[in-house]
């Protein structure tokens, strides 16, 4: 029985829909079987699955993130690390080649007090030049230390706008933008609506480059998203076609350029400050893939 099976399994379609039709299984009940009827109900079937359209409009949003560009403030264990840290490393260093000057400066004097002293043997060993010792050049660094002045470590204590990126320097910042949404203006992540012949990556990078007063590069990271968000929009404006929006979000950071805001259309803020400007459900699903770094 095995080696008819195989050779029936082996046969194209249409041919073993005609031996069928030839043997007598016509009068004992059986459906007769048309391949035209079953290719004409696949492909009705299809027509009528691509003519639906998705009730949900697709919009595809980008979190941006600036890294942050100095170290943070240490904390008091950590500066009592740090000190131990510090001390551990003098004791076990070597001398410098100032240390060591200094060490040399120190015996020069010493035999300079001596009753043998020799000032002649002195000068031939430095060829009658004028010698500048190590303490002269401590000196010198000390007047040259007086006048310099090291940049603000926090410039925020300058008022620094919230649409700068130069703000929270040893902090991780996120780019919000304010939108019209209905009636009503909201802050949300960079985003644009979907549009036929792009993926949702494309769609994302539009929103972005689309951003009004913005001069920077972004790199993304993948081409997968990394969270979505779906909302219905109020019954007043809910229809059969058009229930709600799905959002989907990508993970990008910025690389090179500034985005600074006069008029502030966009905020750079942290992550603890997005609570203040996104809405609850918004925040609970963007929340959930920003690295606090």
């Known amino acids: 029985m095995a080696a008819p099976c195989s050779r029936m399994a082996s046969r194209p379609i249409c041919q073993f829909i005609t ?5 007598g299984l016509k009068h004992t009940g059986v459906r007769q079987i048309s391949l035209g009827s079953a290719c004409r109900a696949a492909t009705q079937t299809r027509s009528k699955t691509e003519s639906v359209a998705s009730p949900w ?9 600036r890294l942050p560009v100095i170290s943070q403030e240490r904390n008091p264990i950590e500066d009592q690390f740090a000190e131990l840290m510090h001390q551990m490393e003098l004791e076990r260093s070597l001398l410098s080649d100032h240390e060591q000057r200094l060490l040399e400066d ?5 035999r300079k007090q001596a009753d043998n002293y020799d000032s002649d043997e002195e000068e031939a060993d430095y060829g009658g030049q004028e010698t500048i010792t190590a303490q002269d050049q401590e000196d010198t660094w000390e007047q040259k230390l ?33 939108q019209t949404v209905g009636k009503e203006t909201i802050w949300l ?39 979505v968000y779906r909302y219905k929009f109020p019954k007043e404006v809910r229809t059969e076609r058009c229930v709600g929006a799905k959002v989907f979000f990508f993970k990008a950071f910025l690389s090179a350029g ?20 996104l809405k609850p459900p918004y925040l609970e699903k963007v929340d959930r893939f920003i690295l606090n770094l």
């Open 258 to 277: 500034s985005a600074t805001s006069q008029n502030e259309p966009f905020l750079w803020v942290k992550k603890t400050e997005l609570q203040g400007y």
């Open 146 to 178: 007086k006048h310099f002045q090291p940049a603000l470590r926090d410039r925020d204590v300058g008022g620094t706008p919230l649409g700068s990126v130069e703000r929270c320097l040893g902090d991780s910042l996120v780019l919000l933008v304010q």
């Open 57 to 65: 409009k697709l919009y595809g949003a980008v979190c941006l993130q």
């Open 189 to 227: 992540l960079p985003q644009a609506q979907w549009e036929a012949g792009e993926t949702l990556r494309q769609t994302a990078e539009r929103g972005l480059s689309s951003l009004p007063e913005a001069d920077f590069k972004a790199t993304f990271l993948g081409n997968t998203p990394c969270g």
């Open 19 to 23: 031996n069928v039709r030839r043997t």
């Open 106 to 110: 120190s015996e020069r004097m010493t």
